[in-house]
């Protein structure tokens, strides 16, 4: 049984254009949720994350939006850029901080100049 | 920002034998982290280590698996015997405070 599910599994954007990365999750006592993003031949690098108790997370062009109720959350990244291609892993844990992560199967982006 | 190595990249191994994989964490991190990728699965957590302890492991990580950190050199997970199942990608991790974990490019196992 999966604990946290992404959608699409694969999403093709035009450059300029936003594209949204969704993710839920099973679990209620989750309440720390990262975003890593992953370059072939590379590990995943944090590239945004978000607590529960806030409902939008922004860092430049990347936003998460915060559904707490419904257990969803969507990665936006606006004006996307050709080297923004990759795959994006929601993750979730809690309670506490373990460093103990939950990971999605990912969605794979590729960004069309 | 801040690098985790992983060494070797790719290791083949023969069913049976031992293996060790090496983790070089950020040098002021404490807490440290293996996590294992299937082809086609997600990463899955395997154990934490802090203080020179295992904190957690999951039911991933079999009793031929061991961890351990000797005098702040390398993270090691060993695997002894090695079955055909434990191929996969093997991702280490660091972290200052448990929160943000930065992790290495991983070790691809191949047990043949």
């Known amino acids: 049984q999966q604990q946290v599910r992404q959608s699409p599994q694969s999403l093709t954007v035009w450059e300029g254009e936003t594209a949204i990365l969704n993710c839920s999750y099973e679990n209620s006592a989750f309440d720390y949720f990262p975003w890593y993003q992953q370059f072939p031949g590379e590990g995943p690098a944090l590239l945004i994350a978000?607590?529960?108790?806030?409902d939008k997370k922004e860092d430049g062009r990347f936003t998460i939006f915060f559904n707490k109720r419904e257990k969803k959350l969507s990665l936006h990244i606006t004006d996307s850029q050709p080297g923004d291609s990759a795959t994006y892993f929601c993750a979730a844990s809690g309670p506490g901080n373990t460093g103990k992560l939950i990971f999605g199967l990912g969605t794979t982006l590729q960004v069309q100049p | 920002g801040p690098k985790v190595l992983q060494i070797p990249s790719h290791q083949i191994i023969d069913m049976g034998q031992m293996v060790t994989l090496n983790c070089d964490p950020v040098s002021n991190h404490l807490y440290f982290y293996w996590y294992k990728q299937i082809l086609g699965q997600q990463m899955e957590f395997l154990v934490n280590?802090?203080?020179?302890?295992?904190?957690?492991k999951s039911k991933l990580f079999k009793d031929q698996f061991s961890v351990e950190r000797p005098d702040g050199s390398y993270f090691t997970l060993k695997i002894q015997p090695t079955a055909l199942e434990d191929s996969a990608v093997y991702f280490c991790a660091s972290s200052f405070s448990a929160e943000t974990l930065y992790f290495g490019s991983g070790t691809r196992l191949t047990v043949l």
């Open positions: 280590f802090y203080n020179g302890k295992v904190m957690e």
């Open positions: 978000i607590r529960s108790v806030s």
